[in-house]
């Protein structure tokens, strides 16, 4: 049977999700990788360039091609880094995880992630800080199943999120915004009274149809989000 580019492109995620091609890294040229697959190198460059396109791999002329350290979808959206955002407003960081477990799926996010019924996921909650102040609290749900590695990754010192986008490409994202009431939980982590108007983010990440994480980040009262595109 001979080897389609959708063969090609197929072994390459599963080597990226894996961690043999990790971010960063630089993948063997075309005609290496047609010699290794037993097909034309026009197939690989094809399954290349749908890579490119997916933004998990970045191509430059006579640099090679490489893994993307933050994969870019076609919208030019990254994921931010709460570390990076309030060293830009000048403030000092810091960050505690609050919780961490290993736990069935819920009924609410089996759903959302297109789970199966009794599938262990991560569980992590923490807390950011700018200036001392309670700037970001994160709810995140991660699935092992994509990310084996996160089961040993220890979260104590610095957060999922920079450990994720260093980790594990992604090739889809979803995003959605809203205003919710601080419960007794959030209004001890963010300094503010039950009942207060919050604002949050909610993200989920794919690669190829399979969910990696939802997070949903509340931010402290007053808080401002700034966008470019």
Same mark, same amino acid.
């Given at each position: ?136 609290? =994160?709810?995140?749900?991660? #699935?092992? %199943? ?5 089961? &040993? /990754? *220890? ?11 260093? =980790?594990?490409?992604?090739? #889809?994202? %979803? ?5 919710? &009431? /601080? *419960? ?26 399979? /969910? ?18």
């Amino acid at each position: 049977m001979s080897v389609t580019f959708k063969d090609v492109k197929a072994d390459l995620l599963d080597r990226i999700a894996r961690g043999v091609m990790r971010p960063g890294s630089l993948l063997p040229n075309e005609i290496d990788l047609a010699e290794s697959y037993g097909c034309a190198r026009a197939t690989v460059n094809r399954a290349m360039r749908e890579l490119a396109e997916e933004g998990i791999v970045e191509r430059k002329r006579k640099a090679g091609t490489r893994v993307r350290m933050t994969p870019i979808r076609q919208a030019r959206f990254s994921i931010p880094i709460v570390r990076e955002e309030i060293a830009a407003q000048g403030a000092e960081y810091r960050y505690a995880l609050v919780d961490r477990k290993m736990q069935e799926v819920p009924d609410w996010l089996r759903g959302r992630l297109e789970l199966t019924a009794g599938q262990q996921v991560l569980h992590l909650v923490c807390m950011h800080y700018a200036g001392g102040m309670p700037y970001q609290h =994160e709810d995140r749900w991660i #699935n092992p %199943e994509v990310v084996p590695r996160v089961t &040993e /990754a *220890d979260f104590s010192a610095s957060g999922p999120n920079e450990w994720l986008v260093a =980790e594990l490409p992604f090739s #889809n994202a %979803e995003i959605a915004f809203s205003a919710v &009431e /601080a *419960d007794r939980d959030l209004a001890d982590h963010l300094g503010c009274s039950t009942g207060d108007a919050l604002f949050r983010t909610e993200r989920t990440t794919w690669l190829q149809g399979k /969910a990696i994480t939802l997070v949903r980040l509340t931010y402290r009262r007053g808080h401002r989000m700034t966008t470019q595109y």
